[in-house]
Structures are given as structure tokens and as C-alpha cells.
């Protein structure tokens, strides 16, 4: 349910400079230009790349190069989302993106970014990757946004905060006005991980990047879309902030066959929203179920396509379901998810197995 936007009375991102936050060497880099960036419109005979031209054992066309700036799935993502093309990413999954943004815009061993935990780990595993220090404000017992400790931690060196809305493991979405407060007042990025937000009545923060030169928004076609194999993320920014991504990815990062079955899915848009709704629905109805077994303390309101769910020796019950080849996620050693199970929303008959397995196990206690 969209809110009503207030006017924020601080609006300090309007003085936001990307290039006073890129790094010193990745403005000064000079990015690999490949064959297919030296020439424009359209070719007949292509001598220019090193291909082996006279094909593969695939389709012909894969012994060929693909697109660099993967300009035909940025166009129909660009009618879907109802957004500029030059506004839009591309990564080898949203693991990419992340990745990206610490090399263009944290100096390792210098800068410093904020997580809020509990949340998605590749933030906190990326920056280590990059040397890049990681602080923690963790969310209030409700699951939202401390912003007291928030500003708190960020200082001159705080280059990003990481906000993943709806929230991954505890699938709630954040208060839309925090975080709009976080973006008036933090002068580096505010990336906003919206890789759940299909299942969610939450309006996408991507219509409000006019608004923030500071924002950037992470989707992906792992969940809503169903194509997880595919490894293809999505990041929506400012044209300044495309420039440096764009400077620095890797020249061919989405292969030929990725663009290809990308542009197939785009046109199934029906089938997508018909699974969001089954999904969701199949996500309302395990809820309740769940909030009926005797061992269950809590199921926690959810945006996503999973559900994280208090119940007594998650552990054990965690285990127990291995026995019958059911795999859910174990959460009850990260912190605010005490005893707490992430259960993804499965198919329905995976859905009443796990069910019935569930009915055994407190039955057999």
C-alpha cells in the first residue's frame, strides 16, 4: 500500500556529488574498450573480435560476442519498469552489483559501510572481500530501522548503507518514511535491495531516483521472475552513478544465452504476476496453517516469498526435516531470529509435505 509522501525538511542528499565519493584510481581509469564499443550501427561482416567464424557446436550465433551494454533487455526492462534504459545495470546476478560498488566507490582499508542485521550476507561478505570496514546497526526488536544508531555510526568515511527492503531473513519491509529519512541525511549511497519487493504492496523506491542522487535500487530476476539459474541483477541509479558501473564491470558480464532467455521471460509479464499471486496466496494460507501447531511461538508478517517462523528447538525440527529431504533455512543463530526457521513458499504439494512432516514431528514428541 503506497504511503502519502511528506516533504523532508532536511534534504541533504540534494547536495550529493558522486565524484567526491569515487574512488581517486576509478576516476582516472580508463575502461576496456572490446571490439563491439569501437563502431556503431549495424554490421553485416564482423572480423573484428577474434570470433571463431565459422561457429560452434551450439546455434551459430553463440560463437559471437554478446552485446557489452546489453541494450535489448535494457529496453524492455525499461517498458516494464517505466524507466530510462541509461538508469539501468545489468550484473552477473545482484552479487555483481554489490561487488561493483565497493570497487568503484570504497577504498580498501580506508572506508567504512553500514549493514543492519539481521540481513542479506553477501553485503557483509563482499566488503570483506574488498578490505572494506563493516559496521553493524541492528534492527530494533520490531525488525525496523534504528535510526538513532544509524547516525551514529556514519562518519566522513561511510561511502554506503545497505537496506534490504523487504528484509531478508525476517521478510518484512521497512517503514518507507525511515528510509526516506536515511536518504535526506546521509551524504554517500543509500543502495536499497529490493529483491523481494513483487511479493510486497510496497512501491518500489525506483520512481524517487530523480529525487536522490544518492540512491540506488537493487532487483533481480532470481525470485518474482523464477529464474535464479540465470544469475541476472538488476541496479537502478542515476546516469552519473551508471557511468562509473559501467567503467568498471566487465566488458561481456551477461552472456549471449542470459540476454536471450531475459528477453523471452520480459514478455511473459501475465505469467509473472499470476505466480506472484499464487505465491503470495499460498504464503497467507501457510501462515495460518503454521500459527495452528502447537510448537509454533510466532510467524512473523511477511513481504516475501518465504516466511520466518519462531518455533521451539528450531534445530532439532530443522534437522528432523533433513530426515524426510525436506531443506528449509536455519536461522536460530543469527541475532533477533532466535529459534526462528526461514521456510520458502514451495509448490503446494511441497508445501503439505512439509506440513504433514511437521504434524509428525509434534506428534511424535
Avoid at 554478446?66 to 535489448?72: F, L, Y
Avoid at 523464477?226 to 559501467?246: K, Q
Avoid at 518465504?306 to 533433513?322: G, H, P, T, W
Amino acid at each position: 500500500m503506497q504511503e502519502t509522501k511528506e516533504a523532508p525538511e532536511n534534504n541533504g542528499a540534494m547536495q550529493f556529488d558522486v565524484n567526491k565519493l569515487t574512488r581517486p584510481n576509478i576516476q582516472k581509469l580508463v575502461p576496456y574498450s572490446s571490439a563491439r564499443d569501437e563502431f556503431s550501427g549495424e554490421a553485416k561482416v564482423f572480423l573484428d573480435a577474434n570470433e571463431n567464424s565459422l561457429g560452434s557446436p551450439l546455434p551459430k550465433w553463440y560463437n559471437r560476442y554478446p552485446d557489452p551494454h546489453q541494450n535489448k533487455v535494457k529496453q524492455s526492462i525499461s517498458k516494464i519498469k517505466s524507466i530510462a534504459a541509461q538508469h539501468i545495470f545489468l550484473g552477473n546476478g545482484s552479487d555483481e552489483c554489490i561487488d561493483l560498488l565497493y570497487r568503484c566507490f570504497c577504498n580498501p582499508g580506508k572506508d567504512n559501510v553500514i549493514i543492519c542485521p539481521p540481513t542479506y550476507g553477501m553485503y557483509e561478505v563482499s566488503a570483506n572481500i574488498n578490505d572494506i570496514e563493516v559496521r553493524k546497526a541492528p534492527l530494533l526488536d520490531d525488525f525496523q530501522l534504528d535510526l538513532v544508531h544509524l547516525e551514529n555510526l556514519a562518519d566522513e568515511n561511510t561511502k554506503i548503507i545497505w537496506i534490504c527492503s523487504p528484509n531478508n531473513p525476517t521478510g518484512n519491509s521497512f517503514y518507507r518514511q525511515d528510509i526516506e529519512t536515511v536518504l535526506n541525511n546521509f551524504n554517500g549511497l543509500v543502495v536499497i535491495d529490493e529483491a523481494y519487493i513483487n511479493f510486497s504492496r510496497q512501491q518500489s523506491f525506483i520512481k524517487e531516483l530523480a529525487e536522490y542522487p544518492n540512491l540506488v535500487v537493487m532487483q533481480t530476476f532470481s525470485k518474482a521472475w523464477g529464474l535464479a539459474g540465470l544469475r541476472l541483477g538488476m541496479a537502478f541509479a542515476s546516469v552519473d552513478i551508471m557511468e562509473i558501473l559501467n567503467r568498471v564491470k566487465p566488458p561481456y558480464n551477461i552472456n549471449q544465452a542470459t540476454q536471450e532467455l531475459a528477453l523471452k521471460a520480459l514478455e511473459e509479464v501475465g505469467q509473472v504476476n499470476d505466480m506472484i499471486r499464487e505465491l503470495v496466496n499460498m504464503r497467507n494460507a501457510l501462515t495460518e496453517v503454521f500459527e495452528s501447531i502447537p510448537t509454533v511461538e510466532k510467524v512473523y508478517p511477511s513481504d516475501a516469498n518465504f516466511i520466518l517462523v519462531k518455533i521451539k528447538d528450531a534445530r532439532k525440527v530443522y534437522e528432523f526435516l533433513l530426515t524426510k529431504g525436506i531443506v528449509v533455512r536455519d536461522r536460530s543463530n543469527v541475532k533477533l531470529c532466535n529459534d526462528c526457521l526461514r521456510i520458502t513458499i514451495g509448490t503446494e504439494k511441497e508445501n503439505t509435505d512439509l506440513v504433514d512432516a511437521l504434524a509428525e514431528w509434534v506428534n511424535g514428541k
